[in-house]
């Protein structure tokens, strides 16, 4: 009597759990259809072409965008780790008082140069989530390929003080590069993804990114802010013939070119010597 009582109860608890992973399911799937149906009606939004200085980078050289993405108003967050890359990288080139607001691109932008490559960096000023709306949004106004964007995020794959460059590939869970890939509808962007580990045991992951760091954090966040900035002006001088060997060219099927080839991947430690940062030698930034 007591195994028939145990098997209905058993029977049970699997169709409560059943249920449950199913209402889950469709709560991330329409979770995910509302966030695209959103960048959708955004990305409607009149286009405005670019003038003065700015049409002035389409006449020659060729043209990169990078852009942070983040949360606009949640500065010091680990989830805006990679507006603070941008933050720094502005300094670095001597641009830093040369933000301004851009309506037409729904996010602040500066325009510079580092060697002979024009660079439009872009903070959205959209929701993470909807990230992608800007960044379309400006790569559309400065005539700018998506295997020329740059987008650094934060990974909580990856522990505080490691970094990493990613080449193409899927959004690996990230909702900011998720709605890159939806409005660019291609997944070739290279990524420079910046650790901020995962959160400790019961507390959410929600808590976590939207979190600020804590003053130790802090001590190896600065270090690491500066390591990333070197690895993207290397990244940014490197030749175009050298570019184009790293990047898939496919505009549609940037997942499949980036199966297709070895994911190449930097890692850094923010105690350790960064070999990007001899790279970066000798570069001119044009203000």
């Not at 570019?243 to 940037?254: F, N």
Request: aromatic content about 4%; charged content about 25%; some cysteine.
């Amino acid at each position: 009597m007591g195994r028939l009582k145990k098997v209905p109860v058993l029977s049970r608890c699997c169709r409560y759990l059943s249920l449950f992973f199913k209402k889950l399911l469709n709560f991330v799937t329409m979770r995910r259809f509302l966030t695209r149906v959103i960048n959708r009606v955004l990305l409607c939004a009149p286009f405005t072409p670019a003038m003065g200085i700015e049409a002035a980078i389409h006449t020659h050289g060729r043209r990169r965008l990078v852009v942070g993405l983040g949360n606009p108003g949640m500065e010091g967050t680990r989830h805006n780790v990679g507006m603070a890359v941008l933050g720094t990288l502005a300094a670095r080139l001597g641009v830093a008082d040369r933000w301004r607001s851009d309506k037409h691109v729904s996010g602040e932008v500066i325009v510079s140069e580092v060697q002979q490559t024009h660079v439009v960096l872009l903070r959205p000023r959209l929701l993470m989530n909807v990230n992608g709306v800007s960044v379309a949004k400006a790569a559309s106004k400065y005539g700018i390929e998506p295997e020329d964007i740059f987008l650094v995020h934060d990974e909580m794959d990856k522990p505080l003080g490691k970094i990493s460059v990613k080449h193409g590939g899927s959004a690996r869970g990230h909702n900011g590069v998720r709605s890159c890939v939806d409005c660019l509808q291609t997944d070739v962007m290279p990524r420079l993804r910046v650790g901020i580990g995962r959160p400790m045991e019961k507390t959410q992951v929600d808590r976590h990114v939207l979190g600020r760091f804590s003053s130790e954090e802090k001590k190896v966040l600065d270090s690491v802010l500066v390591q990333c900035v070197d690895l993207l002006l290397s990244q940014l001088s490197l030749q175009d013939s050298q570019q184009d060997s790293l990047s898939p060219s496919s505009p549609a099927g940037g997942r499949q070119a980036a199966q297709k080839r070895k994911e190449m991947e930097r890692s850094a430690s923010p105690t350790g010597n960064s070999a990007a940062a001899q790279s970066t030698k000798g570069l001119n930034s044009k203000t």
